[in-house]
């Protein structure tokens, strides 16, 4: 149906839509129709449903990093008002509210992660850093990537760094 329809009609009525309250929009060709609770009022979709739908309608890939793939794994109770994502299409920054989502332009070897759990356990790793990272923290970890599929980690393993790859050293069984 839309593929027929005239692109100058589509953006008027989208246009109105958001003038009328209907649906906000939260980026380029970006529109959500947002739930009114009747306690707190208007709720937006979640930051990183966000950024997965810009990266559809872009067809990128992307990849939660820093303290966003921390928050994801239970590794810290923050929530970032600034998230990254490494994409493998072009950088930008994207205002959503008081929350921004920075979109870096990163090499294809950052993102060919394929769990989804280990690529996220990768990213935080290497914001914790190699000789930050505490025994707690690798337990915890480890704990996590007992639920992602075998053959994704024994993938993400072979191209994360050998320092992460030595930390996890009997996670999956060789």
Do not use: C
Request: charged letters at 30%.
């Amino acid at each position: 149906m839309l593929k027929d329809a005239n692109p100058d009609a589509v953006r008027k009525a989208l246009e109105r839509l958001v003038k009328a309250g209907k649906i906000d929009r939260v980026a380029t060709g970006i529109y959500v129709r947002p739930v009114i609770d009747d306690i707190i009022g208007k709720v937006m979709p979640d930051i990183e449903e966000i950024a997965i739908a810009i990266a559809k309608r872009d067809r990128a890939r992307i990849l939660p990093t820093g303290s966003f793939a921390m928050y994801k794994l239970g590794l810290t109770t923050q929530v970032p008002l600034n998230v990254v994502y490494y994409t493998d299409t072009s950088a930008r920054k994207i205002q959503i509210g008081k929350q921004t989502i920075n979109f870096k332009k990163s090499s294809s070897k950052n993102l060919a992660f394929v769990g989804g759990l280990s690529k996220l356990a990768i990213q935080a790793m290497r914001t914790i850093g190699k000789d930050q990272i505490t025994d707690n923290e690798l337990r915890q970890i480890k704990n996590i990537l007992k639920k992602e599929n075998p053959k994704y980690l024994q993938h993400d393993l072979q191209i994360a760094p050998v320092w992460i790859r030595e930390l996890l050293k009997g996670t999956i069984n060789d």
